[in-house]
């Protein structure tokens, strides 16, 4: 009886199987190449607007992006100098080349090509999967440092390389990539090897300066790193650009109270994390934060309220949101009892 | 007695100042780090995703008619460890983009299957 529910079950598996492999092949079926479907019907107007871009221009290519040509497998450190000289941080190659390249895999990682981003003092911004925003980047005069996948889904070939322009009339995108200076590839070929590639790719940005494709998200993901890589002041005034963009942003405000904190600015961190649990109240993390601001401030009795909200809304026992409470406890072992 | 409180209180001073050390040596000691808030938000948006997901009428329908109850997908949602709900969100990112009831669902239930 067991025995034939199990067959059952994978027999009903095995049909599922099936299915989903044909649901996905006719999926594959219907294009290949959204992103290059949609910013061919909509051109480069803006994300949104319904306007065919007849009026619009049909080219874009940033002419004065610099071309540091690579050498063997080393494409990540030449396309990583490519936008940092436009960005205007002239790179050197072989320095770029000791902090990405890394020769066992023959190639560079993505974490490194953010965190050497980061080492001058830019922030390593994600692109989004979306052919208009890349387009819309490049008029803004954002180089796009891209991933590329020029073999197969199986057999990769991975390639780094900075999009500088987008000719619709012509279908192409044009590239700064390897060892030519500026290559073309129609607009679909480029999308199928993108996508291979997990749609990677990032724009670099001044940390005042939060661009248009930013999303609250994705901008404070590029901030926060710089708390632990010791240029908390990078990290403060992003999140302050966040909050002029995003006035309503919790994670912003608490990264703003967090640096403040680490920089021993208890008092800035305070008013901070106050302002935090305006935004979210039934967040613990802005009453945590709050209560050892205030505890750093040796006011241990303003501390214990926010304290013990923070361990109210802890999950469990061992949340380190009751340890602002603990810390007060220990101090005055009254404080835990009502 | 005056002096017996005095220790006390230096004993509950020093108590609290090493307290402050242990938890976390760094500058960041007490605080939650914002990287921490951010890794926790987005786990928190793709159970979020899921769940929207499995709102949806058409998908109610399409489970019902695979024999699942939606509030057992549900549970199960909810029940997915922070690998699990990465690994399926990276599913999700690899459909096309206006992906029907019947594409979605035979991801869910795949996914239902192999976690059961």
């Not at chain 1, 066992?104 to 052919?131: F, I, K, N, T």
């Not at chain 2, 979020?48 to 009428?57: F, K, V």
Request: proline fraction near 5%; charge should be negative.
């Amino acid at each position: 009886m067991i025995s034939v529910a199990r067959t059952a079950a994978r027999t009903a598996c095995a049909r599922t199987v099936c299915l989903l492999v044909l649901a996905l092949l006719l999926g594959a079926c219907a294009s290949r190449t959204p992103l290059t479907d949609d910013l061919s019907r909509h051109g480069f107007s803006e994300h949104g607007s319904a306007e065919n871009g007849s009026a619009g221009p049909s080219v874009i290519e940033l002419t004065d992006v610099p071309f540091h040509p690579q050498r063997r497998y080393q494409c990540g450190p030449a396309a990583l100098a490519t936008v940092l000289e436009y960005a205007g941080h002239p790179a050197d190659v072989a320095q770029l080349r000791d902090r990405v390249y890394v020769p066992a895999r023959r190639g560079s990682l993505q974490p490194e090509m953010r965190a050497a981003v980061r080492d001058y003092g830019l922030l390593p911004l994600a692109h989004p999967a979306d052919m208009r925003m890349l387009a819309s980047n490049l008029a803004q005069g954002y180089p796009v440092l891209v991933m590329q996948n020029l073999g197969f889904e199986r057999l990769p070939i991975w390639h780094y390389a900075v999009v500088v322009g987008i000719d619709l009339e012509a279908g192409n995108v044009i590239l700064r990539s390897g060892t030519q200076q500026r290559e073309t590839l129609s607009l679909k070929r480029f999308e199928r090897s993108w996508a291979r590639a997990a749609h990677w790719g990032m724009t670099l940005h001044a940390p005042d300066a939060v661009p248009a494709h930013a999303t609250e998200q994705t901008w404070l993901q590029a901030a926060a790193p710089f708390e632990q890589t010791g240029s908390p002041g990078v990290a403060e005034v992003a999140y302050s650009a966040a909050l002029e963009r995003w006035p309503q942003s919790f994670h912003a405000q608490m990264g703003l109270g967090n640096v403040q904190y680490q920089r021993g600015r208890f008092d800035d961190a305070e008013v901070a994390f106050r302002r935090a649990t305006t935004l979210d109240a039934a967040h613990p993390a802005g009453w945590h934060n709050l209560a050892w601001a205030l505890i750093r401030q040796q006011r241990f009795s303003d501390a214990e309220a926010p304290a013990r909200q923070a361990a109210a809304m802890a999950a469990d026992e061992s949340s380190r949101y009751r340890s602002a409470l603990e810390a007060l406890q220990a101090q005055h072992p009254s404080a835990g009892n009502e | 007695m005056p002096q017996g409180i005095l220790r006390h209180r230096l004993l509950n001073a020093l108590l609290i100042f090493m307290l402050i050390g242990v938890t976390a040596p760094a500058a960041h000691a007490g605080i939650v780090g914002t990287d921490y808030l951010l890794h926790e938000q987005a786990v928190s948006e793709e159970r979020q995703r899921l769940a929207t997901l499995l709102e949806r009428d058409d998908v109610q329908a399409a489970l019902m008619a695979h024999g699942v109850s939606a509030g057992d997908a549900a549970e199960r949602v909810a029940s997915l460890s922070e690998q699990e709900l990465q690994a399926f969100g990276a599913q999700m990112d690899e459909l096309p983009a206006g992906a029907g009831a019947v594409t979605i669902l035979l991801v869910l239930i795949l996914l239902i299957l192999i976690l059961r």
